[in-house]
C-alpha cells in the first residue's frame, strides 16, 4: 500500500522553487547566448527559389476550381511536365544534403554552435541538480495516476512504497526542462533558442533533402481534379437568394 507523505515546507523553500527558478533563468540566457553565437548567413538562392517555387503550386492546387480547365492544364504542364518543369527533378541531379554540410564549413559551424548551447548547459544544470537536490520528494501531483508513471515521475528514488502522484526533484528537472516552452513562447517570444525538442528533431532529421519537398509538391499537383465552378457560379447564387428570401 502507498505511503502518504508529509513535504516539508524546507522543501518548498530551497528545493522546489530555486530548482524552477534556475530553470527558468538558465532558459533566458540560453537564448541570448544562442543569439549572439548565431551567424548572419545569406540566405541560399536555390533554396529560396525553391520554397517560391513550391508556395506558387500549392497556391494554383488551392485555386485550381477557379481558373478554365484548358488555363489549369497549361500552369500543371508549366510545373510538373518532366522534360522542363519547374517541380521535375531528375534522380541523379538531387544534391546530397550531407556533402553539402561538410563542403560548407560555416553551415557545420552553426550546427556545432547550436549542439554546444544545447548540450552543455543541460549537462551542467543536471550535474548541479544531482549533486545539491538528489534524492528530494519535491512535490505532488493533485490527482492520482497509475503506476507507469513511476518511473518518469520519481527518478532517483527507489521505493515502491511512495505513491506515484510524489514527484522527485531530479524528475521535477526534467518536467521544467521540457514543460517550460509555453512560458518561454510568452517571455522570449514565439522564435526562441530555448525549445529543446525542436533542435532534437532538427539532430534526428540530419541529412533531410529539400529536393523531396518539390516531388511531394509536383505529386500532388498531377492527382488534383480539376472541377472548373465558374459554370456552377449562377446555380449556386440563385440556391443562396432563394434559401435567404424565404
Do not use: C
Request: hydrophobic share 45%; net charge positive.
Amino acid at each position: 500500500m502507498a505511503e502518504d507523505l508529509v513535504l516539508d515546507t524546507a522543501i518548498r523553500d530551497w528545493v522546489l522553487i530555486p530548482l524552477s527558478v534556475v530553470m527558468v533563468l538558465i532558459g533566458v540566457l540560453r537564448n541570448f547566448v544562442a543569439k549572439l553565437m548565431r551567424s548572419n548567413q545569406v540566405p541560399d538562392a536555390k533554396i529560396v527559389k525553391e520554397g517560391q517555387l513550391i508556395v506558387r503550386a500549392r497556391n494554383l492546387r488551392a485555386g485550381a476550381n477557379f481558373i478554365p480547365p484548358k488555363s489549369f492544364r497549361a500552369r500543371r504542364f508549366y510545373f510538373s511536365n518532366e522534360e522542363n518543369g519547374l517541380l521535375y527533378v531528375p534522380k541523379g541531379q538531387a544534391p546530397n544534403p550531407q556533402a553539402q554540410m561538410f563542403s560548407d564549413p560555416n553551415m557545420a559551424m552553426d550546427m556545432m554552435k547550436k549542439n554546444l548551447s544545447m548540450i552543455v548547459p543541460q549537462t551542467l544544470t543536471f550535474a548541479w541538480v544531482n549533486f545539491f537536490f538528489s534524492g528530494f520528494v519535491a512535490a505532488k501531483i493533485p490527482f492520482p495516476l497509475t503506476q507507469r508513471f513511476r518511473s518518469m515521475l520519481q527518478n532517483g528514488i527507489d521505493l515502491s512504497t511512495v505513491d506515484v502522484s510524489y514527484v522527485s526533484s531530479r524528475s521535477w528537472y526534467f518536467l521544467n526542462l521540457f514543460g517550460l516552452r509555453g512560458l518561454f513562447s510568452l517571455i522570449l517570444g514565439e522564435d526562441n533558442a530555448t525549445d529543446d525538442t525542436q533542435r532534437m528533431m532538427q539532430m534526428s532529421g540530419f541529412g533531410f533533402d529539400p529536393t523531396k519537398s518539390l516531388g511531394a509538391e509536383k505529386d500532388s499537383l498531377d492527382i488534383v481534379q480539376h472541377d472548373w465552378a465558374m459554370p456552377k457560379f449562377e446555380q449556386r447564387a440563385e440556391a443562396v437568394l432563394r434559401k435567404a428570401l424565404r
